[in-house]
């Protein structure tokens, strides 16, 4: 069967890389779309790292060039891996290709919450991936919540895999995130953290794990407002910096500090013992509710004694730890491989946007940046980017309160849209600084 990826960003590079790479007797190819957030060749090594995909079944490619590929190519299958409005983008490409192939989308870690965005977003591929059980319930009431028609595919997640054997390291690795934490004052706390952690032990290495190089232009699929490399200048010098594959990164380690990184998953994974820090609270907002009753919760004074822990056997079941024999995902795309092939599977075209060509042009610009020459994409910026600042305006002022709302961490889902959106333009790049709202 011959299967498609087409991403831009490097989590989602490495997310439908290793996807594709999974599953049983496919022929897989991987197209990198040209938008603001492409990877880097060093980002593009790293993310297919431990992949069986070949330098040869890589393709950059235009957006524009996109259906004219797939109609040569006529894969069986094409799974979108990248951000709401780039899958959205992708599928109008899509909807231009005869025979059509099977559409599959995902989010390239942990999902909890299950957000209103990401459905939305991906409401028009035929089937969605999530990745533990707790994700399938959520996204099941969240579609049913929303009026959304969604068919699920349940897989673990592909580069969480079990080392060969324990290295019995010594680093402690902390997986940084662009966003979480977002405040400033937060990742200036997080810096003095790790810095009071290399301090306690100059013997041993503090590694923060870091996914992009801004200095070389390399982007990441969040923005990064305050750079904690900027913030740990002066530091230890058993306190570095560390671009290598994650998986390799493991490989020497102690144990993985995080707030909300699926690196925890990859690492649970492998046998290395994790902390989730609880410094900056437990909220949808820090994306690590996820890690409530795992056992692996603990302070900044953890941190510093690296005090690891490993997961309760209890919450690995519900959380991305599922006996294999219970995904779904690769046995669904072969019965709607087979329907599509009958003519017994509708397309879900994506319709035309509200606001007509204008609006349909703010949401290319949107994805693409300078990638997009057109002269509408030029006027929809000028037209649309006050409307969108006046709306996340708006929603800062007034809040989103409530049941299945974001303030809400008793349930796994929410119903109410992001208060904050990524520029998926970077500002040092172009005037475009931010997202499309869902």
């Known amino acids: 069967m011959r299967v498609v990826a087409i991403a ?7 997310w439908s890389a290793a996807l594709i790479d999974s599953a049983p007797s496919v022929d897989p190819h991987l197209l990198l779309v040209q938008t603001p957030l492409v990877v880097s060749a060093a980002q593009e090594h790293a993310a297919l790292a431990g992949t069986g995909i070949r330098p040869e079944a890589v393709t950059r490619i235009a957006y ?63 089937l969605m991936i999530v990745h533990s059980r707790r994700e399938q319930r959520a996204f099941a009431k969240l579609a049913e919540r929303l009026g959304l028609k969604m068919r699920l595919g349940l897989a ?42 290399a301090l306690a032990d100059p013997s ?36 570095v910096f560390s671009h290598e594959p994650m998986s390799r990164a493991l490989e020497t380690a102690e144990g993985l500090v995080t707030v909300s990184s699926t690196a925890a998953i990859e690492a649970m994974a492998a046998g290395v013992p994790v902390i ?11 994306l690590n509710t996820v890690f409530s009753g795992s056992g692996v919760q603990g302070s900044a004074d953890d941190v510093i004694a ?68 057109t002269v509408t994409g030029a006027v929809a910026l000028a037209v649309g980017k006050p409307l969108v600042w006046a709306i996340l305006t708006a929603r800062k002022v007034l809040g989103r309160r409530g049941a299945e709302s974001w303030s809400d961490a008793g349930s796994d889902i929410t119903v109410t849209p992001a208060q904050y959106q990524d520029p998926i333009v970077r500002p040092r790049r172009s005037v475009l600084a931010t997202a499309v709202i869902d």
């Open 64 to 126: 524009d060039d996109v259906a004219d590929w797939l109609t040569k190519d006529r894969p069986d299958v094409v799974v979108i891996g990248g951000r709401g409005p780039f899958v959205r983008l992708v599928i109008r490409q899509i909807d231009r290709v005869t025979p059509r192939p099977v559409v599959v989308s995902g989010l390239p870690g942990m999902s909890i919450p299950a957000q209103r965005g990401a459905a939305l977003y991906r409401r028009h591929c035929d």
């Open 276 to 286: 989730a820090l609880t410094t900056f609270g437990v909220s949808k907002a820090h």
């Open 156 to 197: 673990t997640l592909p580069y969480a895999r079990p080392a060969h054997e324990s290295a019995g390291g010594t680093d402690l690795v902390f997986a940084a995130q662009a966003i979480v934490p977002r405040e400033p004052e937060e990742r200036r706390q997080l810096a003095d953290i790790l810095r009071a952690a």
């Open 306 to 373: 690296r005090r690891f822990r490993h997961p309760r056997p209890e919450w690995l079941a519900d959380n991305y730890f599922h006996d294999p024999s219970e995904s779904t995902w690769w046995k669904e795309v072969e019965r709607l491989v087979d329907l599509r092939r009958r003519g017994a599977l509708a397309p879900r075209v994506v319709p035309i946007a509200r606001g007509g060509m204008l609006h349909e042009a703010w949401q290319r610009k949107a994805v693409l940046g300078s990638e997009d020459h």
């Open 204 to 239: 041993r290495r503090v590694v923060l794990k870091l996914r992009s190089r801004p200095e070389l232009g390399e982007t990441e699929t969040h923005f990064e407002r305050t750079g904690l490399t900027d913030l740990l200048r002066d530091r230890p010098d058993n306190l």
């Open 8 to 14: 831009d960003a490097d989590s989602f590079v490495k």
